[in-house]
């Protein structure tokens, strides 16, 4: 079923692809100027993307309040859709900062995600607004709370998709070992001022020296957003910059001092050998 599921949605990328980037323009437009609320949205300060954590309050309020519709308790369940309306906001506003720094395919998942949410607000604010008013457009509230939740459920299951089986939003390095071993880098040299690509076995690293003898630093030069090489970066007051989306990582510990990414780096240790040559290892975490 779940595959069906999976090509109903890829065949929607006929008008979600346009209306994906159109939206992402208009939302690109929107934060240029507003990064500290941007990063904020995020999640940068959080170390977890905001979105999924508060996708839960709209999800539980909702389905309360379809509990309470079929029992007939009307107060309670318009308290539940005005709380689910609220959840719904705050979602939606911290899924617009993650849309902007979204492509491809994930862009096309998440456009339906927003469109079936969307709809589910329509429907939702709707009822709650049948529900202020005379008792006789109850029924016709309940309804379209039902049809908001199903709108919902079918939101939830393309963002899933998004998350699990796209992996947007993921950590690029969750799957990865660390190991106190020192291994030989594939480089001896390390000029000052410029980052530099490196490889320890199979993993890239990006070195980066401030000044002639000065430490060597080194972060795995895969970005932790999305995937993006942090050697092809700049070096911005002690960070390095990813080239794709701007996120900051500190070269001395890996934290992100700037979005999208909410995940710090991993960073490595680099020490000199007897014969000349760079090794380097995974170096324990450090606490912010």
């Not at 969750?174 to 980052?195: C, H, I, S, Y």
């Not at 199979?202 to 932790?224: F, K, M």
Request: with cysteine; net charge neutral; charged share 20%.
């Amino acid at each position: 079923m779940h595959r069906h599921i999976n090509r109903l949605i890829d065949r929607q990328a006929g008008w979600a692809k346009p209306l994906g980037e159109q939206a992402q323009h208009a939302l690109g437009e929107v934060f240029s100027t507003r990064r500290p609320l941007k990063d904020l949205l995020n999640g940068t300060w959080f170390g977890h993307p905001v979105h999924p954590a508060l996708t839960d309050v709209p999800v539980g309020a909702m389905t309360v309040a379809a509990l309470f519709d079929l029992t007939g308790q009307d107060g309670a369940a318009d308290v539940a859709v005005a709380t689910g309306l609220l959840g719904m906001a705050g979602a939606a506003a911290t899924g617009a900062a993650d849309a902007v720094d979204t492509y491809g395919r994930p862009q096309v998942y998440a456009t339906v995600h927003a469109v079936c949410m969307t709809a589910s607000f329509g429907a939702y604010a709707t009822s709650f607004l049948l529900r202020l008013g005379p008792s006789g457009g109850r029924p016709l509230a309940k309804a379209l709370a039902f049809a908001g939740y199903a709108a919902m459920t079918a939101g939830s299951y393309v963002g899933g998709d998004l998350t699990y089986r796209l992996g947007n939003q993921v950590d690029r390095h969750a799957f990865e070992a660390g190991g106190t071993k020192w291994k030989a880098l594939d480089v001896r040299e390390v000029p000052a001022g410029k980052p530099v690509r490196a490889k320890l076995g199979n993993d890239a690293l990006v070195l980066y020296r401030e000044a002639d003898g000065a430490p060597i630093q080194a972060l795995s030069a895969t970005c932790a957003h999305a995937g993006g090489p942090l050697d092809k970066g700049t070096v911005v007051d002690g960070c390095i910059e990813c080239p794709w989306h701007q996120s900051r990582y500190r070269l001395d510990d890996g934290h992100v001092v700037q979005g999208p990414a909410v995940f710090d780096q991993p960073v490595y240790e680099v020490r000199e050998t007897s014969e000349g040559g760079l090794e380097a290892r995974r170096a324990a975490p450090t606490a912010h």
